[in-house]
């Protein structure tokens, strides 16, 4: 911090903040990370520079008017380099106002990184003319060394697929937001059963927008699917008779100590009945709660 800068005000208990910076290598899935955390309604910001992370908690704890008290900040090569120099500081100045602070390490070896870049053919940060892919991951280890050795986790996601990565995000930092985080995820049964689930209901039963030509190319999230969906009786019937099992059993599994709970819906093709029946749960469930996760397999 400046030192020319006010200090920290002193945080109240119940005021406590919760703070998880993410870093690390680019293509690692930062992205993917805030966003399961965006999802546990955390305040997420992307990129933003070190000496701002004060400031920001500041803001954060004086909006009266926000129940957010989670804040979610990544941090990769793109910020500055006295960014990762000041970051040890920072993080402890905040720590000790009372600030809760997580840093987490997003590694990834670099054979799939390079294939990673090569399938979606972007350009990684460092990689300027001349340079190649694989020196500028070599220079980006090098930078990044200090804050991965000072990192409260360090996760692997090589061999993670987005939502595996989204779920190890959300099950280790669900601790920040009450109660049991519930995922609800979306996929088709031609492409198999999703292996992570607690409960899985099949919505081929229900009238199928695929055969409507003007329908087909969308998804569940677009609004004339929707419309389709929500004038069938049977789709309500069927969303309220799944609500009422629900409501019934997730309590049981919060008795239970239980922290996680992933509910899959499946359809044909994973992109219309499922994802719809997906995000209308979800609305439902954040209405009463906090930490309520959406994942569509076939869509992402």
């Known amino acids: ?31 993917v990370a805030l966003r399961a955390l965006e999802d546990l309604e955390f305040y997420c910001v992307d990129n933003l520079p070190g000496s ?10 004086q909006d009266r008017s926000s129940r957010r008290r989670r804040i979610a900040v ?17 993080l402890s100045e905040l720590a000790a106002s009372g600030v809760e602070p997580h840093l987490i390490f997003l590694d990834c ?43 409260e986790k360090v996760i692997d996601s090589s061999d993670l697929n987005v939502h595996q990565l989204r779920r190890l995000v959300a099950t280790g930092y669900a601790q920040a937001t009450e109660g049991l985080t519930l995922m609800f995820q979306s996929f088709a049964f031609k492409r198999g059963l999703p292996l992570d689930a607690d409960f899985v209901f099949d919505a081929r039963c229900l ?50 100590d239980r922290s996680y709970l992933t509910v899959s819906i499946g359809c044909t093709g994973g992109r219309h009945r499922s994802v719809y029946l997906v995000e209308k749960l979800a609305a439902h469930y954040r209405s009463q709660r906090e930490g309520v996760l959406t994942f569509h397999r076939e869509l992402e």
């Open 1 to 31: 911090m400046n030192e020319n800068e006010p200090p920290l005000t002193p945080f109240n208990a119940r005021e406590a903040i919760h703070l998880i910076v993410l870093t690390g290598l680019s293509g690692g899935g930062k992205t």
């Open 52 to 61: 701002l992370l004060p400031h920001l908690v500041q803001a954060v704890l």
């Open 74 to 90: 990544g941090m990769d090569v793109r910020n500055r380099g006295e960014d990762f120099a000041h970051l040890p500081t920072v």
């Open 109 to 151: 070896r670099d054979e799939v990184l390079i294939k990673r870049y090569s399938e979606t053919r972007r350009r990684h940060p460092l990689a300027l003319r001349g340079v190649s892919l694989a020196d500028a991951i070599v220079e980006e280890r090098r930078l990044l060394r200090p804050l991965m050795a000072i990192a």
């Open 207 to 256: 009238p199928n927008p695929h055969w409507q030509p003007h329908l087909r190319p969308l998804s569940g999230k677009d609004a004339p699917v929707r419309e389709y969906l929500d004038a069938d009786p049977m789709v309500g019937e069927y969303f309220a008779d799944t609500a009422r099992w629900l409501d019934s059993w997730i309590p049981r599994f919060e008795q239970d």
